[in-house]
């Protein structure tokens, strides 16, 4: 099959005029101007005013509901809009989901890939539990690393909850795009010992661990001084321990002290670092996800990314759910940034939303350009301003954020706008 479009991003830094993808099988054959491609006989799709590039990464998506920002709230429920608490808020989430069928976590897993792909997302990493949405996860077309989440920080149950974590990890049966993962949810809600196996377990399995990190100023009171507003949240949902004790020190300086803080971690959010926090974040050689759409939902601030990116680090970007965000569009966490953050370009906004997201989820396969050798994994967005000079196509990509026109992973067409 042969792709045609007015421009072609090979990887974020190459830019073709008038170009073109020759995809044979699940690979891409050749790339670059139509004018020169030797692609006979091939089906040929001409997509016009368009940018064809590689398939977006969101590292980071609960796509099990309850949708009730970006999408439909269960029957009876009500919506939860932007700029509350995000201890009220989740107190809310969790009464919420004790309440919902099993079915709206199956409905809504399966509109959460649909909504993937009509925005180009080729790779998602989604936070889940398994033994509710396995059979969705099993049919679903894009890449996925199905992470297992959990919480309980009582360090009494860490065998048993680590017990039934690998349990339902094994409920998936992998291949070359199903992989899986385990997730801790955050320092404040899973214990130490629980922290230890699930890390062991995942070097051992060559498998991701994903966990929230100093997402909250409340979460630093609540780690170095044991006490505060999520102590007062942790007792009203039932998630408060006896026998837990605080670790007396900051989020990142606990994971580190753990021996948490190495590949195959990566950390999600890190809203609110010390100095120190990014120097030994930075030392650790982990990847950190910035959601910059759900960063706001909650009202946070200046995001330290720009410092983690200077020292190295490999940030990437994701969306967290449709509880939190308006949508799973990694174009709009790309144009949230560009409106709101200064000093970052295009460039590396579409590297954050591709190979750093790649790099975060451990992909072994070629992926993220589109060379011959690679996989096909493409995503093609409409030009909403037609005469779009190349030197401002990639800002006017982000700005406009639209939706895919196609998107496609190994070389099969998973969704056509
Ligand atoms: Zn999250």
């Known amino acids: 099959m042969l792709l045609r479009s007015k421009y072609l991003l090979i990887n974020p830094e190459t830019l073709v005029e008038n170009g073109f993808v020759c995809v044979s099988g699940d690979r891409i054959k050749s790339s670059g101007k139509f004018s020169e491609h030797e692609c006979r006989g091939e089906k040929a799709i001409d997509l016009g005013e368009t940018v064809i590039m590689p398939g977006l990464v969101n590292p980071h998506a609960h796509l099990e509901g309850p949708e009730t920002f ?3 709230p269960p029957p009876g429920e009500k919506r939860l809009l932007p700029f509350q608490s995000f201890t009220e808020w989740a107190e809310q989430i969790i009464n919420m989901r004790q309440r919902m069928k099993p079915d709206i976590f199956i409905k809504t897993t399966d ?3 649909d909504l993937l792909a009509i925005n180009g997302i080729t790779f998602v990493g989604d ?6 949405t396995k059979n969705i996860h099993a049919n679903a077309k894009i890449r996925r690393v199905v992470f297992e989440e959990v919480t309980d920080l009582n360090p009494l149950t860490a065998q048993q909850r680590f017990d039934e974590v690998r349990r339902n990890v094994k409920l998936i049966k992998k291949d070359k795009f199903l ?9 404040y809600t899973v214990s130490s010992e629980l922290y ?7 070097r051992q399995q060559n498998i ?5 990190l100093s997402e909250l100023k409340e979460e630093r009171e609540l780690l170095t001084k044991g006490k505060g507003k999520i102590r007062a949240y942790l007792k009203r949902v039932g998630r408060d321990n006896y026998y837990w004790r605080h670790p007396g020190t900051t989020s990142v300086q606990y994971m580190a002290k753990l021996g948490v803080l190495r590949p195959p971690s990566f950390f999600v959010h890190c809203n609110y670092l010390s100095n120190k926090d990014i120097t030994v974040l930075a030392k650790s050689g982990v990847s950190v996800v910035f959601c910059p759409s759900s960063h706001y939902f909650f009202g946070h601030r200046n995001h330290p990314f720009r410092k983690l990116l200077k020292l190295k680090v490999n940030v990437a970007l994701g969306t967290d759910g449709l509880g939190s965000n308006e949508d799973l569009s990694i174009l709009k966490e790309m144009k949230f940034i560009l409106d709101h953050y200064p000093g970052v370009n295009p460039t590396q906004l579409l590297r954050m939303g591709t190979l750093n997201g790649l790099k975060t989820l451990k992909a072994t396969e070629k992926l993220g350009e ?3 050798g690679y996989c096909a994994d493409i995503a093609a967005f409409p030009l909403k301003h037609k005469s779009t000079k190349p030197e401002h196509l990639k800002r ?18 998973i969704h056509r706008g």
């Open 396 to 413: 006017v990509l982000i700005e406009t954020s639209p939706k895919s026109i196609l998107t496609m992973v190994a070389g099969k067409i």
């Open 70 to 72: 970006g999408g439909t």
């Open 370 to 372: 589109l060379k011959p």
């Open 196 to 202: 230890k196996k699930l890390y062991g377990f995942a």
């Open 111 to 113: 509109h959460g890939y």
């Open 127 to 132: 936070h889940s539990h398994i033994a509710r």
């Open 208 to 212: 991701p661990l994903s966990t929230h």
């Open 179 to 187: 992989g899986t993962g385990v997730a801790p949810h955050a320092p």
